[in-house]
């Protein structure tokens, strides 16, 4: 697997430096808050929503996470379960969250701008009464997509209830040995069930399954529902981790060119897993880079 060469000084060329906000210190990019809030205009005209994964900023409250996100000119973010509410609110991000805390929550991402559309990744009981305070809480917070990795026992109630409830299930893949590693196994699993169960596609997982992207795309090609979208590099020391989208190995132009084949309207998911403390620049940067290519893909 090849390593794509977009490197910083070809980023720093083809974005404009993102409005010229960026600059470069000792540490790396420095990208200003003002000048970083973009968004992806382009991507949106393709029916791409691109978001940030609340665990990428799994080192502070899900409130911070929604400032962050605002902060890249996003719309979009996905909850993770158990994630602090705010600095002075301990309550995790979940179904135990009380009426008056859902309200307060509710606010904040209307303040900010941010619509929460996915909710993961959570567990799926078989035991559907357990199953079913997931999807009421998704139901009140306006979630469309809850990303799981459910048993396969529980596929027919859970089947059911997303038709009661018009929310989907996408199944996500962590590595080998998680049981959904493999996109057939996934395919397998939802054979003859609605298109409301599909696939959460996590791109960096894959290579970490010592499986190529694209040809995994292609295979879930009708079932795929979400991304939690990813571009890595190997360490020797730390072994695979994420690099701005278009310096890594996992093809993210090819991905893009391939979901563009397929005709899919999908939330894109930011799951950035590195420099946990101060990711933002590097996020910046997949925001542009995923931004410029939707704009290529768009004069084809």
């Not at 003859?192 to 290579?207: E, F, L, M």
């Not at 730390?238 to 890594?248: I, K, L, M, R």
Request: include cysteine.
């Amino acid at each position: 697997m090849s390593r794509n060469l977009f490197g910083r000084r070809d980023f720093l060329k083809t974005t404009g430096a993102i409005g010229l906000g960026l600059g470069l210190c000792a540490h790396g990019p420095v990208i200003f808050a003002d000048e970083a809030a973009k968004g992806a205009p382009n991507a949106e005209k393709l029916g791409w929503r691109l978001g940030c994964q609340a665990y990428s900023f799994n080192r502070f409250s899900f409130f911070e996470a929604v400032d962050k996100t605002a902060s890249l000119g996003l719309k979009y973010i996905e909850a993770y379960p158990g994630q602090r509410m705010s600095k002075d609110r301990a309550e995790g991000i979940g179904e135990k969250l009380s009426a008056d805390d859902r309200k307060i929550v509710k606010q904040k991402l209307a303040d900010s701008g941010v619509k929460l559309v996915n909710f993961g990744v959570c567990d799926l009981s078989k035991n559907e009464t357990d199953s079913r305070k997931v999807f009421d809480f998704a139901k009140d917070m306006g979630v469309e997509t809850i990303v799981s990795e459910p048993d396969e026992a529980a596929m027919e109630m859970l089947d059911k209830l997303c038709g009661e409830y018009g929310i989907n299930i996408a199944i996500h893949d962590h590595p080998q040995p998680s049981h959904y590693w493999n996109p057939d196994i996934l395919l397998a699993a939802v054979k003859g069930r609605s298109k409301r169960i599909g696939a959460c596609a996590d791109t960096g997982h894959w290579v970490r399954s010592g499986l190529k992207p694209l040809e995994c795309l292609k295979k879930l090609e009708g079932r795929i529902i979400s991304f939690h979208f990813k571009d890595l590099v190997s360490d020797p020391k730390e072994g695979y981790h994420d690099v701005p989208w278009g310096t890594g190995v996992c093809d993210v132009k090819g991905m893009l060119a391939e979901i563009h084949r397929q005709g899919i309207k999908a939330v894109f998911s930011i799951e950035y897993e590195h420099h946990w403390d101060n990711s933002l620049p590097e996020i910046a940067q997949c925001v542009a880079y995923f931004d410029k290519i939707a704009a290529e893909l768009q004069a084809t």
